[in-house]
C-alpha cells in the first residue's frame, strides 16, 4: 500500500493517492520528548514548497461528514460548487482541501494536537503548552527537504484561534497567516463574555474534543480517510481517558477574573510581526468577530489585512470568493508570485443588507475612517432612540432576569448604515448587588418584523449583542475606547443597592444597511436574546436548540444567583445621566 519512511517506533506509512504524495502518522518530536502526528498530503515530486499547517484537537482522520454531519448536508445542499473540483474524501472540518491546494503548489500539513486524535498526551486545549508546539511543528515544517522554508497557519476558529497564540511566539518559519473567523482573547471572546459565563466552552469542550480525545481507539470512530481509528490504536479506559485531560468547563468557572490563568493563554500582539490577513464574520457574534477586528489593529504587523464577511461560520473559507482570497494572499507571500496581492485594499468588507445581500466595498482602515459617530439617546417614557439629549430626567425598571425593554428609533428617512463597533453607555441602579445586562442591536422592518441573518452558528442571528456584568465595569484606562469599551476583569466591584453607576458596554462590530422606513432598536435585556419567530418544540438545529444566539448562552447552574441577580434593575435618563447608544454611522462615499 505504500512504503515505509522511517524505522522502529517513528514509522510511518508513504503512499501515492489522487495524484498526492499523503504521509500518514508521520512522528514529529516535541522539546519534552513526546512525539505528535501530523498528515502531510504534498506534491509527488522532489521540488520543495510551501507549507500551510494546521494545529488542532479534532482528529485529522476525521472526515468531515463523519464528525459535522448537518453542516456537510448543508454544504452539500446549499453550497454545492465549494465541492466542486474535488473527490472531497480527504475534508476535515474548518481546514483546507489538499486537493484543492496541493495541484497549486502547496503541501498541506495536519498535527493532530497533544491529547487528541492520533497525538498522545496531555488534553489542554489553549494551553501555553498546546502553543509551544504549534511553535516547534512550524519550525520543524520549515527544514524538511520538501519545505521551501516558508510556512503559512489557516483555518477556521480553533485552528484560527491558536494562531494568535503561536505568532506571539515567533516561530522562525511562520511566514503568513490566515486567522479565518477566530477569536483571539480567551476571556472576553469565549469564556466569560462581559464578565458572564458562557456555557459554550463547556458543551463544545465535552461535545467536539473529549470525543476525539488520544485513547479512544475502538470506542471511537474509524477513518473513512484510510479505515483505522481516528483516536489512536490503544483503547484506554475511561478513567485513564479522564485522568489524560483537563476539564475545561471547569477552569472557565474556575477562574471569574483575568489572572495567571488567562494571562498565560492571551497573543501579545507587540510580537506578531508577520502578514497578516484576518477574516471575520458579521454574523459570529458569541466568539469570533471581536478577536478578528482586535487582532487585526493591534498586531505589530506593518502587513496586515481585514476581510469581514456573512453567511454560516464554515462557508465562505470553501466559496471561490474565500479560496481566491486566500489563495492570492498565500501566493504572494509564501511563493513570491504576482498574484495581484500588493492592490488588495487593506480593509475589505461584504457590507451586509437586509435579506442576506452582501455588496463588496473596499476600505482604508478599521474602524472606517470617515465614520459619523452618532449618539442616540434612550427616551425612557416613549421607549424610544432619539438623537439629541434627553432634557428631563426619567427612570424604567424591569425584571432583571426577564426580557428587558426594547427602546426603537424613528423610521429611518433615507437609506443609513452602521457599520463598525458599537457602544452603549447606560446609568443603571439595582436593588441587589450586582446586574447582569444582555444588550441587542436590532433591526425592523416598517411593520416592525425583525430583520435577522444566517449567523455562523445560529440561522436568527440579531445584528449586534453586548454584555456587562455590573461589578466588571472598571475600564482599562489605556486600552478604552468611547467606541470600543475595554474593562480590566481583574476585580470585582459590588453595587451598592439604589445607587446609580455608569455602565460602558461594547457591542460588538456589525454591518447593516438600513432602508427607508426601517427602524434600530436596543434591547436591555437581563437574559439571552430569544428571537421572536422562536417558539418551544421548535426543531434542533445540529443537535442544539437554537433561538438567536447559537450555542452562546450564558445559563450555567449557579453563575447568576437569584438573590444577586434576580430582582429589578432600573436605567436612567436625562441630563445627569446621559444614556444613550454611540452608532458608526458610514456615509456615502465621495
Not at 515530486?45 to 448537518?70: C, E, F, T
Not at 469542550?205 to 475502538?218: D, E, F, I
Request: with cysteine.
Amino acid at each position: 500500500m505504500g512504503d515505509n519512511q522511517i524505522k522502529g517506533e517513528d514509522k510511518f506509512r508513504s503512499e501515492v493517492r489522487d495524484g498526492m504524495r499523503i504521509d500518514w502518522d508521520v512522528p514529529i518530536n516535541m522539546d519534552d520528548d513526546l512525539i505528535l502526528r501530523a498528515d502531510i498530503y504534498r506534491p509527488n515530486d522532489n521540488d520543495q514548497h510551501p507549507v500551510i499547517i494546521s494545529y488542532g484537537p479534532y482528529a485529522k482522520w476525521l472526515h468531515w461528514m463523519d464528525g459535522y454531519p448537518y453542516q456537510w448536508k448543508q454544504m452539500l445542499e446549499d453550497y454545492p460548487d465549494c465541492l466542486v473540483g474535488s473527490s472531497n474524501r480527504y475534508q476535515n472540518w474548518e481546514l483546507i482541501d489538499p486537493e484543492r491546494w496541493v495541484p497549486e503548489g502547496y503541501i498541506c500539513m495536519r498535527v493532530d494536537s497533544r491529547g487528541a486524535g492520533r497525538s498522545p498526551g496531555f488534553l489542554e486545549v489553549w494551553s501555553p503548552r498546546e502553543a509551544q508546539d504549534f511553535h516547534d511543528c512550524i519550525n520543524w515544517a520549515g527544514v524538511q527537504k520538501w519545505s521551501n522554508g516558508k510556512v503559512g497557519t489557516n483555518g477556521i476558529s480553533y485552528y484560527g484561534m491558536n494562531q494568535w497564540q503561536v505568532a506571539s511566539l515567533q516561530p522562525k518559519h511562520l511566514s503568513a497567516m490566515c486567522v479565518w473567523e477566530g477569536a483571539a482573547d480567551f476571556y472576553r471572546d469565549m469564556g466569560h463574555h462581559g464578565g458572564i459565563a458562557c456555557r459554550f466552552p463547556s458543551v463544545w469542550y465535552n461535545s467536539a474534543v473529549v470525543p476525539r480525545q488520544n485513547g479512544k481507539g475502538a470506542n471511537g470512530l474509524r477513518s473513512q480517510l484510510n479505515g483505522e481509528w481516528i483516536s489512536g490504536p490503544d483503547t484506554l479506559a475511561e478513567e485513564i481517558l479522564g485522568q489524560n485531560r483537563s476539564d475545561f468547563g471547569k477552569d472557565i468557572l474556575d477562574h471569574p477574573l483575568i489572572d495567571d490563568y488567562w494571562q498565560a493563554r492571551m497573543p501579545d500582539y507587540s510580537k506578531i510581526n508577520v502578514p497578516l490577513l484576518s477574516a471575520g464574520n458579521w454574523g459570529g457574534v458569541g466568539l469570533h468577530p471581536r478577536g478578528n477586528t482586535e487582532g487585526f489593529i493591534r498586531s505589530a504587523s506593518d502587513q496586515k489585512w481585514l476581510e469581514i464577511h456573512g453567511l454560516e461560520h464554515f462557508t465562505h473559507f470553501y466559496t471561490d470568493y474565500g479560496i481566491d482570497l486566500q489563495m492570492r494572499f498565500f501566493g504572494h507571500f509564501l511563493k513570491g508570485l504576482d498574484t495581484g496581492w500588493d492592490q488588495q485594499p487593506k480593509v475589505q468588507l461584504l457590507i451586509r443588507h437586509p435579506d442576506e445581500v452582501f455588496v463588496e466595498r473596499a476600505e482604508e482602515e478599521w474602524p472606517i475612517p470617515r465614520t459619523d459617530w452618532t449618539e442616540m439617546y434612550l427616551d425612557l417614557p416613549n421607549k424610544s432612540l432619539l438623537n439629541k439629549p434627553i432634557t428631563n430626567a426619567s427612570t424604567l425598571t424591569y425584571d432583571a432576569l426577564g426580557d428587558g425593554i426594547t427602546f426603537l428609533s424613528p423610521p429611518m428617512e433615507g437609506q443609513t448604515e452602521v457599520t463598525g463597533p458599537v457602544a452603549a453607555k447606560l446609568f443603571i441602579s439595582s436593588e441587589t448587588e450586582d446586574a447582569d445586562l444582555f444588550l441587542v442591536l436590532r433591526v425592523f422592518k416598517p411593520d416592525l418584523k425583525e430583520v435577522v441573518f444566517k449567523g455562523s452558528n445560529d440561522p436568527h442571528t440579531p445584528v449586534g449583542l453586548g454584555w456587562l456584568r455590573a461589578s466588571h465595569r472598571k475600564l482599562d484606562s489605556d486600552l478604552n475606547l468611547p467606541y470600543r469599551p475595554y474593562h480590566t476583569h481583574d476585580e470585582i466591584q459590588p453595587l451598592t443597592p439604589g445607587e446609580i453607576y455608569e455602565l460602558d458596554i461594547e457591542i460588538w462590530p456589525t454591518s447593516i444597511v438600513l432602508y427607508e422606513g426601517y427602524r434600530l432598536g436596543l434591547s436591555v435585556r437581563g437574559r439571552d436574546y430569544v428571537y421572536p419567530g422562536w417558539s418551544p418544540g421548535d426543531p434542533e438545529i445540529a443537535g442544539r436548540i437554537q433561538y438567536g444566539v447559537g450555542p452562546f448562552k450564558h445559563e450555567i447552574r449557579g453563575n447568576r444567583p437569584i438573590d444577586v441577580y434576580g430582582k429589578n434593575v432600573t436605567i436612567h435618563a436625562g441630563p445627569d445621566n446621559p444614556s444613550h447608544l454611540l452608532l458608526p454611522i458610514i456615509p456615502s462615499k465621495e
